[in-house]
């Protein structure tokens, strides 16, 4: 008996030990879960036809191509799939790039290859000499990459791989993560643990994360990553770094992804040894023109520099009487010769600047459209504050038609609940993107001035802040693998809808079951929204707490510089609240093309969402619902609430369709969402409360605490500050 007992112990032990690390890898595993079909899947999806791969080329990338898709698809099956050459085999995969298809096939895709890029890919079923194959090819072989992930995708959504004519390529070239990391592997507004690189075993060990975290990019066709913090070291160009940095490099380069940096604006004083660095000195011209040859011998392929020059205390020319322009093109001309790029940000605002701070980056960049070199793109948050849970589109989009822009999204929650709260992002960056800025009349969307369709411009790009970190799932939430998933499907293509993202990413993550599906699709897409009304509804932002960003400051007042301040931004008093940004006031709106600017400055046309962005209203302001602004804002604080009372009771519902531990990580994420929410509300209301003198309406919950209860807490650690 004894014996029996100490033996069933061993065996539970054993089977914990097992278990934890299957449930584990989940999370790990992101959106590639691969899980093995029912035989009735394999049969409506038609995989079991496929009887072989066969691989036409032997490059670095076509070998993770081939692999990828030999396990997947084995995995899948449950049975292992052959990898051959021999392409007269019947109801195969044929995987090649265009330089390596017999003639015969070329044939069979005729024309297609005109509609693609380099980037492209098709997938087509074909008959070649009474054989049946499925051909993945592209231009280059990294098109077969990314036609390999994109067959599987349909796989892993039990599509039919069948009567397949699947043509696709990216509608932006980079298509880019900046990563704020620093070298000592803290994350600036990081949530997810500390940064994937390792500098300090670098180059001497890869870490097998560094090929998962490339293997995860190419999945979603992302092709570039800054590797380090906006707010830059300059060590990071020392030999040093640069030998690690070159480690990083040649692990990413089979996935299609090329590394780039930021550059210190001070650099060549603080490693260079010079005493300036204006950039019209030719030493310091000379000085980067070195820097990138030592760079591009190391990494023929590194991608460019990240800069941000003379925003929140960083160097840049502006120190020297120089402008952005200067400083921009100095750097192009560096990278130039190689095909490197700068990405110039537009993110500045000045303390010596009484300006509305949402004007300043517009009043500086716009008189210098069309001044930078070919190989300059600017890039530009999605709105002119700060990532904020709502912005209206930056007006920059819609003003400078002769210099290429890229977008600016922000993947890590700073603003956004880090990474406890489930918020779909997709859902706002498609706000952002199908906004109409009228540069060019009617349907000149943000999309289309960012992939070029206008201006024909040859560099386009989308770049998001990124949120992975070294936690076990990446991005510290679950839910919060969607949105570096759904970044990357719209940087590939950013008319996509984020409903098809979400559809996706759930199918691909959890499960294909209906039950499971629709319900969860519909909290992902009400979850931003839920956000908004929570935190900063009908237009109010910039709340927050300060320097750690984390729950509600609505108070703040004491900080040095007034634009730090929240009172600056929803300048609430006893005629009522809101920031004025019409003709009445700091006249923002004229920064936007008349047809929006007419919209947004009327208080009769400006969308509600953005009503406080743009206005100042008295408390008594009658809302198109007939409620007045007071309780109307209150209303909307507690359907935020609600909003998210009613998705802990969707996700309860769940747990018949997600394994353990996911299921428990979300409900318990979720819990702590729910409580914030209130934080938020109650403290918010109580604030703005003493401006309005006036009750809460019917439905509104009263506050649990007082507000100089919400007022004296402090998070000294609150992490990514
Ligand atoms: C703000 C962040 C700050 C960043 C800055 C930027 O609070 O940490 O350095 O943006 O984008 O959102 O440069």
Redesign the pocket.
Known sequence: MKYIIKAFFKLSILLFLVSWPASAQKDYKLWLQYEKKTSSQIISGYISNIKGIVVLENTETSKIATNELQTALSDMLGSKIQVTVKTEENNTIILGSKSVLSPEIEKVIGSDFDLINDEGFIIKTVSVKNKNHIIITGKKDIGVLYGVYSFLRLIQMNKPVKNLRIVDAPKTNIRILNHWDNLDRTV??GYAGFSLWNWQKLPGFIDQRYIDYARANASIGINGTVLTN??ANALILTPQYLEKVEALASVFRPYGIKVYLTARFSAPIEIGGLKTADPKEADVANWWKNKAKEIYNRIPDFGGFLV?AN??GQPGPQNYGRDHVDGANMLADAVAPFGGVIMWRA?VYSEHDANDRAKQAYAEFVPYDGKFKDNVIVQVKNGAI??QPREPFHPMFGAMPKTPLMMEFQITQ?YLGFSTHLVFLPKLFQEVLEADTYQKGKGTTVSKVIDGSFTKTKLTGIAGVSNVGNDLNWTGHPFAQVNWYGFGRLAWNPNLDSEVIADEWLRCTFSNDENFINPIKKMMIESREAAVNYMTPLGLHHIMDTGH?YGPGPWVSNLSRPEWNPVYYHKADKNGIGFDRSKTGTNATAQYAPEVEKLFDNVETCPEKDLLWFHHLSWDYKLKNGQTLWNGMALKYQEGVNQVKNMQNIWNKTEKYVDEERFKEVQMLLEIQYKEAKWWRDACLLYFQQYSGKELPAGVEKPSQSLDYFKSLKFPFAPGN
Do not use: A, G, L
């Open positions: 600036e507004r906006v707010n941000k925003s929140e993110f700060d990532f700073e960003h």
